[in-house]
Structures are given as C-alpha cells and as structure tokens.
C-alpha cells in the first residue's frame, strides 16, 4: 500500500456512537476502500480505559487499512496532525439542567477543542461536529480556530436528512435510492425544517407526489424532527448506530462528492444565502466536489417552508447570542 494514511480524530471515542464508528472508519467506509487511516482516539480521562479497550478490539479486526491507533485525553495531542476530526464527545443536557447550561458547559469542551484544532491540525483539516447541540458547538469551536477557513467547520444534519428519506419512502413507496434533492434546513433539534418541495421521488416532485399539505405539516415534520426523542423512548438511549452511519455519510461525500444530479444536507457557514445570518452554521441543501460543500443556490422558497425556515433559524441566532454572551465565541 503506497497511499499516505489520512489521520482520522475521534472525540468521545469511548462513547456509544465512538464504539459504533471506529470500527467502519477502520474498515474504509469513511475515506474508500483504498485509503489507509491511522485514527486518533480523543476522551476524557474516566474514558481512556473503555477507549483502550475499543482499540484492543480494533486491534482484533485485524483492518488492513488501519495504520495505528492513538489515545489521549489532551485535545493537543488528540488533534495533531488530524485531517479529519469528527467531535462526537459533548456533555449531555441533564436533568435541571437549562439550555445556557449545556450551552456553557460544552463551551468548555469546544472552545479548547477549535483551539487545539487551530494550533495542530493538518492544513487540509475537516471538522464535523455530531456532539449536541451540533450547530452551535460546531461555531464555538470554530470561533476558536481564526487561522483555519471557517468552511471546514461543520454541523451534522445527515441523520435528519436520512430520516427524511426513510419517511417519504415508507410514504411514497419510493426506495430510498430514487429520492433525490431533499432539504435540512436550520438547526439539528425539534426546529429543524425537512423541505420535500425541491425533492424528487422516481423522478416527479416529492411534494405534488404526497399532494397532501397536512401530512407534511402534521406527520412527516415532527416525526423527523422529533425522532431523536422517540428513539430515546424506544431504547432507553440515543441513536448510536444511526448518528455513526449519517457521520460516516456526511464525511464521504464531503471527500468524494455528490451525484451530478443530486444534493444533501449539512450544517455549513453561511454565507448569507437564503436570508440565513452570514456566519451562523445552519443545515442547508449542499452539494459537494473537491473536498468542499457548495450551498445549493436559486431555490425557491415558498410561504410554507420561509416561515418554518426562519423559525429554526432564529433558534440558532438565540444561541448564537447565548454563548457570546457567555464569552464563548
Ligand atoms: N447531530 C446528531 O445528529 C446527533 C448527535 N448526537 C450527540 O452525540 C453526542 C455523543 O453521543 P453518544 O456517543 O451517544 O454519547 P455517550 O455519552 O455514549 O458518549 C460520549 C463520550 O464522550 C466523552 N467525552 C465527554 N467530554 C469529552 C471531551 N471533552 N473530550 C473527549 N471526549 C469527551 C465521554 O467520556 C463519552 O465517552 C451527544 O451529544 C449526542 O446528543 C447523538 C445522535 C445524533
Ligand atoms: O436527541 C439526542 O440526544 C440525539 C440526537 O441528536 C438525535 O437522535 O437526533
């Protein structure tokens, strides 16, 4: 094998969605079946022995693209020549616990985390945050690294994007693979707007397809948006499997790029399109090619959707102003 090992950072690597990712990234999933990685195991000290014991498993595996593994709790060491970092370890919201609370709290986690990235990272490094709340962590951090280009910071909104798919599938009798063109819009929480207006289902438009306004309004929005809670009711714990296979997605086609006619969703800078604040890291239709995401330009944006975009977007301006307030950015 003659390729140079791409090194892959993971955050919270001793987690439940660490424990589902590690071993797909290692397989070749994340990068291509030709491209070997050497992976960078990040977690906080109580978290080093579970993380030590995936890498023994990792070990078990016997990948023949993986080239090393590493474990650290310092983000300096962790973040070191990284060319891609997927932070994925974040401080749960608990109970009592206030949305400026868990906003602050993961400021401490993000903020020397962008730092780190900022002071060590490969020039080529791209950043995908999964850890909730996804956005404005991804823009803390950010905020931290002046010296690399804010467009490497982004936000995961695949799982969203994927849900979608799976519901306007179950309800169009469509495959997944003939939906094209479906749209996150805004912020990774129960805001979130899943657009099927620009999409197509075998072809036709999604929406003229389903030609029913109050099944979107009433089912397949909040069924999307708030899957993450039913999950939750339903296992007794958050999507692990689910947020591993969207990471490794958001990743792929952030390296290997979209079909020509096709487009997905993250959460990128803006850069104003759409009336969304320049700056803010909103979920937008994107496409991809050269390692870069382009945000889908000249859609029109009817009634239904502007006032739910808008809504989502102004949740992530709240917390724009929550974490500079509390310094964070
Ligand atoms: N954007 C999305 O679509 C989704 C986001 N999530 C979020 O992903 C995050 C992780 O979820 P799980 O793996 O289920 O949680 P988990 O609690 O099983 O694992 C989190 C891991 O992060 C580690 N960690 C905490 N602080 C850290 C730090 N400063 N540096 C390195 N590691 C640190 C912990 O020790 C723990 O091992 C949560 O915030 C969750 O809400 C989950 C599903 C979907
Ligand atoms: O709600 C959570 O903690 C997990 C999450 O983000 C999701 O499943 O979308």
Same mark, same amino acid.
């Given at each position: ?15 439940? #969605? ?19 990685? +050497? ?12 993380? &030590? ?33 997927? *932070?994925? $370890? ?26 780190? #990235? ?7 490094? +791209?950043?995908?945050?999964? $850890? ?36 306007? /599938? +179950?309800?169009? $009798? ?53 899957? $993450?809670?039913?999950? #939750?009711?339903?296992?007794?714990? /958050?999507? @692990? ?5 969207? @990471? ?31 700056? *803010? ?12 995401? &382009? #945000? ?6 009817? &009634? ?6 808008? @809504? /989502? ?14 310094? *964070?950015?």
């Amino acid at each position: 094998m003659t390729r140079t090992p791409v090194t892959v950072t993971v955050t919270g690597a001793a987690g439940q #969605i660490g424990y589902a990712l590690l071993f797909r990234i290692a397989s070749g999933q994340l990068l291509g079946a030709d491209v070997p990685v +050497k992976l960078r195991l990040l977690e906080i000290p109580q978290g080093l022995k579970a993380a &030590e014991g995936t890498a023994m498993e990792l070990d078990d595996c016997a990948f023949p693209l993986l080239q090393g593994i590493d474990i650290s709790d310092d983000p300096n060491v962790g973040f070191d020549g990284a060319n891609v970092a997927l *932070l994925v $370890g974040a401080r749960p919201r608990t109970k009592g616990m206030e949305r400026g609370d868990l906003l602050e709290a993961n400021g401490g986690i993000f903020k020397p985390q962008g730092k780190a #990235i900022n002071d060590h990272a490969a020039d080529d490094i +791209k950043v995908l945050v999964v $850890g909730n709340p996804a956005n404005t962590n991804a823009l803390i951090a950010q905020a931290a690294a002046p010296d690399v280009p804010a467009e490497r910071f982004t936000a995961m909104t695949r799982l969203d994007h994927n849900r979608a798919l799976s519901q306007l /599938s +179950k309800k169009t $009798g469509v495959p997944v693979g003939e939906i094209k063109k479906l749209t996150i819009w805004g912020n990774h929480s129960a805001t979130q707007y899943p657009d099927v207006f620009h999409a197509e289902v075998a072809g036709k438009n999604a929406a003229e397809v389903v030609n029913d306004e109050q099944w979107l309004a009433d089912t397949f929005i909040p069924t999307v948006a708030k899957r $993450g809670a039913a999950i #939750i009711e339903a296992r007794g714990a /958050s999507s @692990a499997a689910s947020a591993a296979n969207a @990471a490794i997605d958001h990743v792929h086609t952030w390296v290997n790029g979209t079909d020509a006619d096709n487009w997905t969703s993250a959460g990128v800078v803006s850069d104003g399109s759409y009336g969304v604040p320049e700056g *803010l890291i909103s979920s937008f239709p994107v496409t991809a090619a050269n390692g870069k995401f &382009e #945000i889908v330009q000249g859609l029109d944006v009817n &009634e239904f959707s502007r006032t739910r975009i808008d @809504a /989502s977007v102004k949740e992530l301006e709240e917390e724009r102003e929550a974490v500079r307030g509390l310094g *964070l950015i």
